[in-house]
Nanobody, 119 residues
């Protein structure tokens, strides 16, 4: 499975962006797709995730401003981010975790997409 993230860019504070992540290959079974972000000089932090069962979770800093969604038929995930703030500036990465029955979770990462929030 290969993941490809896109949708980043330069946006003014208060603006919006929609990030997308496409999983190429067969995605089956119990799985979760995640968005992470990494600002310069900082660790990579979890932003949001959505399971194959539809459960979602957001980190507090984006809660209420962001919506994660998945199109299971197309193996895609999106993150709609509104009211963007300068502190949202980071490289955003998508990750797919697939639970292998009787085995470990297989993890796949996409390349990052840069989000810059600046006036």
């Amino acid at each position: 499975v290969q993941l490809q993230a896109s949708g980043g860019g330069l946006v003014q504070p208060g603006g919006s962006l929609r990030l997308s992540c496409v999983a190429y290959g067969t995605v089956y079974g119990i799985n979760t797709m995640y968005w992470y972000r990494q600002a310069p000089g900082k660790q990579r932090d979890l932003v949001a995730f959505m399971t194959s069962g539809g459960a979602v979770n957001y980190t507090d800093s984006v809660k209420g401003r962001s919506t994660i969604s998945r199109d299971f038929a197309k193996n895609t995930m999106s993150l709609q981010m509104n009211n963007l703030k300068p502190e949202d500036t980071a490289v955003y990465y998508c990750r797919l975790g697939v639970l292998i029955p009787g085995g470990p979770v297989e993890n796949y990462w996409g390349q990052g997409t840069q989000v810059t929030v600046s006036s």
